[in-house]
């Protein structure tokens, strides 16, 4: 979150009013009488407040630091809270627990939340080009490739897909992978309304579930806004990455086409070239944009 000059973020610590706050980090309810740490903050553009409340244990620490004389009440605390607090600004570091997922969640969510940062590379298992049309079409839809076609063009291409995967540079995966859950982490904590207004100022698909922005947010802040089609001039690309990380951004684009005075207009292009995406943005006057591990270039 970007703060302006004149009206700085203000840290408050207090107690739980009720026990209707929610920890923005662990996702669960603070009881009241509990103690808190607030963040209140104004976004750019808008005359009002916001304030996310954390546990005492789990609240973010800015990477300028905090003292203890930056916390609104903190005198009033009782002794175990202060200490809770000095431990957490003494190490900002220390991973907290997370909550722990019902056995009922919702299919596609892992135990972290079920972000893309969570997902491996899945070898072929042994034996694959035996396995029946059928079961090759699986394979194909879980590496986001064309499923269409006869079985000896099925094994192409999973052929051509384990191909790249062998070129595949470990060490890119594993930087793109850590920014990219960085990113998911920074996202999550917004509601649904802020990450709309970040995706309209980059001119990006709005709709969906808060994971699906989430996960559109952290995608466009570490590569790049997907740009507009070229071809029909209308329709916004999209893009299937064969593989969650070590692509820069890079995979299968494709435009449906777009709606042009309530009439749609159909684009079928498909193509792997390189599509440069466009600088990433926070706020409209903020200079904060994407920096892609390495550009498609590189």
Known sequence: MSETEDEPTVWIAEYAKSGRSKCKKMKEVIPKGTCRVGKSFTIPGRDFRSTYWYHAWAFPVPKSGLAESDFQGFDELKEKDKDAIRDRLANPKKRVGTKRKSSTAKKGESKNGGGRSSKRICRLPPGWRDMKAKELKLLLAERNLKVSGNKAEKIELLEEWEQVLETLDPRLE??????????????????????????????????????????????????????????????RLQVNYPFPFGHKGQGNWFCKGYYDDGDFQPCFR?????????????????????????????
């Open 174 to 235: 594993k930087e793109e992978r850590k920014k990219y859950q960085e990113y998911e982490e920074y996202y999550s904590e917004m509601t649904v309304n802020e990450m709309k207004a970040i995706l309209r100022l980059n001119d990006q698909k709005m709709s969906g579930k808060k994971l699906e922005l989430i996960e559109r947010c952290a995608d466009g802040k570490l590569y790049g806004a997907i740009p507009k089609c070229e071809e029909c001039g209308g329709g």
């Open 270 to 298: 498909k193509t792997t070239d390189i599509q440069e995406r466009e600088a990433w943005k926070e706020t409209e006057d903020s200079d904060e944009e994407a920096e892609p591990v390495l550009s498609a270039e590189d």
